[in-house]
Each structure stands twice: as C-alpha cells, then as structure tokens.
C-alpha cells in the first residue's frame, strides 16, 4: 500500500510510516504515538497478535502501520485530535535501543551537553524541530530577498592564504607545503566581487579561532553578507533593516505553528540609527560612563536594544580607529563603519569599505599590517574601482535574537567550541 502522510489522513484504510514518540501498554489494548515528517497520530492497538508485537516494541523504533483512520478526540500533546488510526498490521523496520536521551519530554529534560551528543535524536523533539525550521526559513527569505533585488549570490573561498583582518583569531592549516588559513570572513573576496558585479551576497560558514566562552560566541559560523557597489554605508544599512524585517514577516507567515509551540511573539522590527557618540549620550544617560573610542560591552548592546525595544538599533560612524582597515575613514576620525543590535545582541557589522589604493595602503600601515601581505587585494582596486558598501548578519545570532534564546549553541545543530568538535 501507498505511504501516507499523518498531516492527510483523513479516512479508511492507510499504512504510515515514522517512529513511535510514545506507547501506552495495557492489558487489552495499547495506544502508540507515530511521528512522521507532517506530524503525530494515536495508533489504538488491539488483538493477542498485535500487542505481544507491541511488548517487544521500543521508543524511536521506526515502523510502518497498516489500518483504518477513524474520527476520534485525541488529547495527547502534538497529536492529531481529530483522528487515530485503528492497527491491523505492524511492521517493525528498525527497532531502536534504549534511547540515551528523552525525545519525548514529558517527564525529564535532558542536559544541553547530552542532547549535541545525540543532536539527531534531539531535534526529533517538535520545539528543537521548530528552531530548524525557522531558521531554515531564515536562509531561504534572505536569499528570495536579495535574489529579487536583483543580487548575484557568490561562493567565496573558505581557504586563503592571507588573513582578512591580520588578526590572531584564524585557524592555520597545512595546504600541501604550505601554510593556510580557515576563511574568518569573505569580506575581500566579496569586495572584489562587488567592485566588478555591482550586487553579491553570500552565505556560508567561516571560522574563527577565538578563545570565547560565551553565550554568543561559537568558532565556526555561518554568515549571510551582502557588498554593494555604488553605495555608502547608509543605503546598505537600510537594506539590512528591510531585509530583516522581510525575513521576520516571512517566518510570521510561514511558521505559525513553530512560532505558537516556541510560544513566541515575534514582532516586525523597526530601525532606529544612532551616531555612534549619540549612542554613548544613550547609554551615558542610563547609567554607563562611556567615552569617544569604547568598544560597546555586551551590556551596554543589551541597554540600547532594551531602551528600543522590537528594534534593529544601527550604531554607525564609528570611530577609525576602532575598525577594520577596510572600513573607508571619513572625515574628523570617524568612520563608515557600523554595528547592527537587535535583541540584546550585535547581529551585523558592516560598512562603507576602502575602494582606492592608496588610502588602503595608508589604512593597512596604520593598523600595523604589511601592505604587501595584501597586494593581491589593494591591487584589485587599482582597475576601476567603485565605492561599496557591505555587511555581514551572524545566521546562529540572528536565530537567537528573533527567537530569544539564552544560548546560541541551541540555535547551531552541531556547534563547534573550545570544548565540542563532535559530533
Ligand atoms: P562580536 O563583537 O560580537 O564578538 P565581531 O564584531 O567579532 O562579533 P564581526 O566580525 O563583526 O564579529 O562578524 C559579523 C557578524 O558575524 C557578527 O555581527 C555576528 O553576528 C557574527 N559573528 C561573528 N563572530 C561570531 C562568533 N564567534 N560567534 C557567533 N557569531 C559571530
Ligand atoms: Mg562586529
């Protein structure tokens, strides 16, 4: 018999497939719960035969069931309430051990570090599922939302031979005779895309080898960047503000069911854009005291999103010296350079990059890097170079930030720290 979807069953007589989430084993009769890809139903089990079959059976064991839908009131959580399904046959197609962690939560929840041991056996769980989802919507909005600007999507390299920002946080590996590196960001490789194309984006993991041990901070990320050419720092900040609130409505429209099981009230974001010396009199005023050329401390991102609540709070012209050599200096010691906060959380950095040479060259001096490390780079701009603007959204950070989650390991399905490289 054809396989059905427990999302479609409707009436008479079917065979379905999935793991069973729960049993309830009695003398006469006995209640399994079925997961399936579209969701769970109650299968009455009834008969010698068939509940000696059951006794045998485990948690998670995957099978496939012949018999007849019936209407019905279920009250079990997840499951279906309108119908269940009467067994005639039980097939058993791969009998699970004993489970090393609970699918089902209903009694014991199972530590954080137990359940990345057993990722695949956690996001069996509908509430881990739901996390996926979302963010699996996530990639695809950001994607529909620069494909239909018009953006070409690019696919930069995750092995170089240089380093992005000549800082130490960069894993070095043995490339034949030589020695390379773990892309930290595809920040050169998008802008030499961007001075050519006009319009990338790009999304992919990079990795950094910081020493953090926070709950922000993991050592390979996926990141989601856009370069634009012909654009300051201002216009491409508006298209982070509109790309996200595109992404949010999309996840609002889309995983309503996920939304409601996080029990999540996901709003639409506004966009306040701040100075950076208008964000420090923000902060100054509630308490900090925070001067010109602070790095903003993860309370002070935590003040200014909780001072603009539902708000993708842009900090913008920072000053020169506090980033990249590639961020363009204005004029007066500040910069094109800017931080984006939502949720208590720096989401993206981005900015108006250096598009001449010589000013790349002073920039690299300046922040005691060897021009010549970069020829290949500052070279690049010597053939026709526009100014461009760019930025780069952190996808575990943008996660967490939308759905509010404490750690941002529970947002990446097999995160890479200090501590974890496995699964
Ligand atoms: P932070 O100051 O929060 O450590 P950063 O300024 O070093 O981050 P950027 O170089 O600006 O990070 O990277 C762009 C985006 O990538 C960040 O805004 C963030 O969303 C994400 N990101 C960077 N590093 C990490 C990390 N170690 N873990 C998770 N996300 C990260
Ligand atoms: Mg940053």
Redesign the pocket.
């Known amino acids: 018999m054809e396989r059905s979807y427990i999302g479609n069953l409707k009436s008479g007589e079917v065979s379905i497939s999935g793991w069973i989430y729960e049993m309830r084993v009695m003398s006469k009769m006995a209640f399994l719960i079925i997961r399936d890809v579209t969701g769970f139903v109650q299968v009455v089990v009834k008969g010698d035969e068939l509940l000696a079959q059951v006794n045998d059976l485990s948690l998670e064991s995957v099978v496939e069931i012949h018999g007849e839908v019936k209407e019905a009131n279920v009250k079990a959580e997840f499951a279906r309430s309108d119908v269940e399904l009467v067994a005639k046959e039980i097939l058993v197609l791969n009998k699970a051990e004993e489970i090393p962690i609970h699918v089902n939560e209903k009694t014991v929840e199972s530590s954080l570090p137990n359940r990345l041991d057993n990722r695949s056996l956690d996001v069996r769980k509908p509430k881990i599922k739901a996390i996926f989802d979302i963010q699996s919507t996530i990639v695809n909005a950001f994607r529909e939302f620069f494909y239909k600007e018009k953006f070409t999507e690019i696919q930069p390299p995750g092995i170089i031979g240089t380093s992005t920002e000549g800082g130490t946080d960069l894993f070095k590996i043995k490339y034949f005779d030589r020695d390379a590196y773990l892309a930290q960001?595809p920040q050169l490789y998008k802008q030499l895309m961007a001075i050519s194309m006009e319009k990338v984006f790009s999304t992919g993991p990079i990795w950094?080898a910081?020493k953090?041990d926070t709950s922000?901070?993991?050592?390979e990320?996926r990141?989601m960047d856009i370069e634009m050419g012909f654009a300051d720092d201002m216009d491409v900040m508006k298209y982070l503000a509109a790309s996200v609130q595109f992404i949010v409505e999309k996840v609002l429209k889309d995983c309503k069911k996920e939304l409601e099981l996080l029990k999540l009230d996901l709003k639409v974001p506004e966009a306040k854009y701040l100075k950076y010396s208008e964000a420090i009199g923000e902060l100054n005023k509630n308490g900090f005291s925070m001067k010109e050329g602070d790095d903003f401390e993860p309370e002070a991102e935590r003040k200014l999103c909780e001072l603009f609540p539902d708000t993708i709070v842009f900090t913008y012209e920072w000053p020169t010296e506090i980033k990249p050599f590639y961020i363009w200096p204005k004029e007066n010691g500040v910069s094109g350079g800017f931080d984006a906060l939502y949720g208590g959380l720096?989401?993206?950095?981005g900015g108006q990059r250096v598009h001449k040479p010589e000013v790349l060259i002073e920039q690299l001096k300046s922040k005691g890097l060897n021009p010549e490390d970069f020829k290949w780079y500052v070279d690049a701009f010597r053939y026709g170079a526009p100014m461009h603007s760019g930025w780069?959204?952190?996808l575990?950070?943008l996660t967490q930030a939308m759905l509010k989650i404490d750690n941002?390991r529970e947002v990446t399905l097999f995160p890479r720290d200090r501590k974890r490289l496995t699964p």
């Open positions: 960001s950094r910081e953090h922000r901070h993991i050592n990320i990141q720096e989401i993206s950095s780069s959204i952190g575990e950070r941002i």
